[in-house]
């Protein structure tokens, strides 16, 4: 065999192997842990439940003789629920359907009436499930993802000849990259959020872990707890204890008697997987005689970058023509006004009584000088 046909062989060989790392499809969530994003977002969606499901608990049993009804409201209660089967003909299926449709109505049953009407009437939770009850969340999901594939190759050809040899290198490379962005936003209202019949069910298979492997928050910080719990309570404090307006410019800000701005608090999150793999074969021969490879090298590289965003943006409607804050701040400053105008009134009581006193002292005194004067 000659050497330029060897060339050419050899060639031909790298460029096949450069072609053949280019045989996978786009980069996915699925080719990584095995979890669609889909699942990913309603794993996020069913922990922010899970968070404010926990904190209404704390505010419903904040007092003692209504714990009762904070244990009813206990998640891990609801997804224990049985329903009852006499016949026993209830399919699974249909047992875990009538295990979130309990769930759901104990929640829509609460919210309509069930917090005005405890064991011990608690002002402060109505205020707190009139208001928050009717709070937006939104979400942005963002999945972006980028595959780089290399393949370098070379092959030396050693000829021998009859005074000495002759050494011919050949190498060849190919880089490839594929990406794919997935991105979109959905939102809920935490009364409907809670009651959510096909979420509770979707929620109920997670907690089962029939979805999502245990291992994938190690490769995907996302698929685990992200502590959203904390950050709807951090989103509640700060609106109770300020004036929560979101993000202003100066115009509008300057404009903002004009139209009332909606508290609102957007929080950020970023996760980053970066994962590598290579392979690099080497072959090497000892040459006899004419034209042969001496020695070959394959090196194989695959890095996977994938970044994970998560825009979570809470906002509380307007009541009225005002913030939620704002109208607590009116209404307490009613509540002052009233205290002050039933303390004066308390005060002009008092006056009034000590100056019918005084005359009933002046005109008992009168009438014990006309006594002693006009006589009996």
């Not at 096909?198 to 291992?215: H, V």
Request: net charge negative.
């Amino acid at each position: 065999m000659d050497l330029s046909c060897l060339r050419k062989r050899a060639a031909s060989a790298l460029g096949a192997g450069c072609l053949l790392s280019s045989c996978v499809g786009v980069p996915s969530t699925d080719q990584v842990v095995g979890i669609d994003p889909t699942t990913i977002s309603e794993a996020i969606r069913c922990e922010m439940r899970d968070g404010i499901i926990s904190l209404l608990d704390d505010a419903v049993g904040a007092i003692d003789a209504n714990k009762q009804i904070a244990a009813e409201l206990n998640r891990d209660q609801l997804a224990k629920f049985t329903p009852t089967d006499p016949s026993g003909t209830l399919s699974e299926d249909d047992r875990r359907e009538r295990r979130a449709r309990h769930e759901a109505d104990a929640f829509d049953k609460f919210l309509v009436s069930g917090y005005k009407n405890l064991r011990q009437p608690d002002p402060e939770l109505e205020y707190i499930v009139e208001t928050y009850s009717k709070m937006f969340i939104g979400y942005r999901f963002d999945f972006d993802m980028t595959q780089t594939d290399s393949l370098d190759g070379s092959v030396d050809l050693l000829s021998v000849l009859t005074r000495g040899t002759l050494t011919t290198p050949i190498s060849a490379s190919v880089e490839g990259k594929r990406k794919s962005q997935d991105t979109w936003v959905a939102a809920d209202r935490v009364d409907l959020l809670l009651g959510n019949l096909p979420l509770i069910r979707r929620c109920n298979d997670l907690r089962e872990d029939k979805l999502q492997p245990s291992r994938s928050h190690i490769v995907y910080p996302i698929t685990g707890t992200l502590g959203l719990r904390d950050i709807v309570r951090g989103f509640v404090n700060k609106n109770q204890s300020g004036n929560l307006i979101g993000e202003k410019t100066e115009a509008e800000l300057l404009t903002a008697a004009e139209t009332p701005p909606v508290p609102t608090e957007t929080v950020d999150m970023i996760f980053t997987t970066t994962l590598k793999s290579g392979l690099n074969p080497q072959l090497q021969l000892t040459p006899l005689s004419g034209t042969n490879v001496k020695q070959a090298m394959l090196k194989a590289n695959r890095q996977r970058d994938d970044v994970h965003s998560l825009t979570i943006v809470m906002q509380l409607p307007r009541v009225g023509s005002l913030t939620v804050a704002e109208a607590r701040s009116a209404a307490e400053k009613r509540e002052q006004r009233e205290f002050v105008t039933q303390a004066n009134d308390v005060q002009k009581a008092l006056i009034i009584q000590k100056r019918d006193e005084e005359d009933q002292r002046s005109s008992r005194t009168l009438n014990r000088f006309l006594d002693g004067v006009l006589g009996p």
